[in-house]
């Protein structure tokens, strides 16, 4: 690549996908893309892994369509043995590179750490993770220690206007029409 990149660890680290295993003899590494179009997560760079706790830069040397998956070169790791001990290894750029949204589209970071309540007001709690299931995507909602319904996790469907009512990112503060004891 001869693109220019900055070569700073990422201040505000973004997964964008993951290292899967070696293919073939030559280095050679599946690529897990969390990006909506797979391919694109090509266009965020310099990729950096973390590593014992250190971040270190991961440089693409070519990458290519494989069947179904993506497939990656990277540079320094020219056999099996090298690549496999790159494998699961999480892709991470810094977040400033991610494009601005219009006001109604979010990215799920920013989703991340919001307190969700129903219209009634009731806390459901805190958001800790997002699953993308083929039809919508879901929140996956950590409850209060005290819940009234015992519960400890819910699954949400972030459906905007029908169940997502409201998403003030300022204040962290999600309102949904959800019942709480489900």
């Known amino acids: 690549m001869s693109k220019q990149v900055n070569l700073v660890p990422p201040t505000n680290p973004i997964i964008l996908g993951k290292l899967g295993a070696a293919y073939g003899i030559r280095g050679w590494l599946k690529v897990f893309s969390s990006t909506e179009q797979a391919e694109s997560i090509f266009d965020y ?37 090298a690549a496999t001990l790159l494998t699961n290894f999480e892709i991470t750029v ?49 409850a209060n220690l005290k819940d009234a319904f015992g519960i400890k996790e819910r699954l949400v469907p972030f459906l905007d206007g029908q169940v997502i009512k409201k998403v003030d990112l300022e204040s962290k503060l999600i309102e949904v029409d959800w019942d709480p004891g489900f």
């Open 45 to 81: 760079q310099p990729w950096f892994i973390q590593r014992s706790g250190q971040w270190q830069h991961i440089e693409i040397e070519d990458w290519k369509h494989h069947n179904k998956d993506i497939i990656v070169k990277l540079s320094g790791v020219d056999d099996r043995d």
């Open 94 to 142: 810094d977040s400033t590179q991610l494009p601005k949204l219009d006001n109604n589209d979010y990215y799920w970071k920013d989703l991340m750490g919001c307190h969700v309540v129903t219209l009634d007001g009731y806390d459901l709690g805190t958001i800790i993770d997002m699953m993308e299931t083929g039809s919508n995507d879901v929140i996956v909602i950590k």
